[in-house]
Nanobody, 123 residues
């Protein structure tokens, strides 16, 4: 069973920084892509940043130049600088991954989500 565990959210003032972390765990897990999404109050969920194995990262226009996504094996980070009140949202980690059934070693391909972490930016 694949699990994603996020951490690092909180309350900050505009202009400050936060760093989110997400650890993906599972039997012989290999994440092909990891990403951060967010859902602000009254809005739909949006892709913030994504990093795929073997390619460069991509970002939503609204965070380019301020946010940096990075990855260390099955851990993904989101460094958020120069935060704005409009960055206030619940941030979700996402992984596109392959794991294996520990009983019969069959591959399991899927997309997985973390539980979300709240980021609040005050003006």
């Amino acid at each position: 069973q694949v699990q994603l565990m996020e951490s690092g959210g909180g309350l900050v003032q505009a202009g400050e920084s936060l760093r989110l972390s997400c650890v993906a765990s599972g039997f012989r897990l290999s994440a092909r892509a990891m990403a951060w999404y967010r859902r602000a109050p009254g809005k739909e969920r949006e892709l913030v940043a994504e990093i795929r194995t073997g390619t460069s990262a991509s970002y939503a226009d609204s965070v380019k130049g301020r946010f940096i996504i990075s990855r260390d094996e099955n851990t993904v980070f989101l460094q958020m600088n120069s935060l704005k009140p409009e960055d206030t949202a619940v941030y979700y980690c996402n992984a596109d991954a392959i794991s294996y059934n520990p009983y019969d070693d069959s591959p399991i391909v899927g997309r997985y989500w973390g539980q979300g972490t709240q980021v609040t930016v005050s003006s």
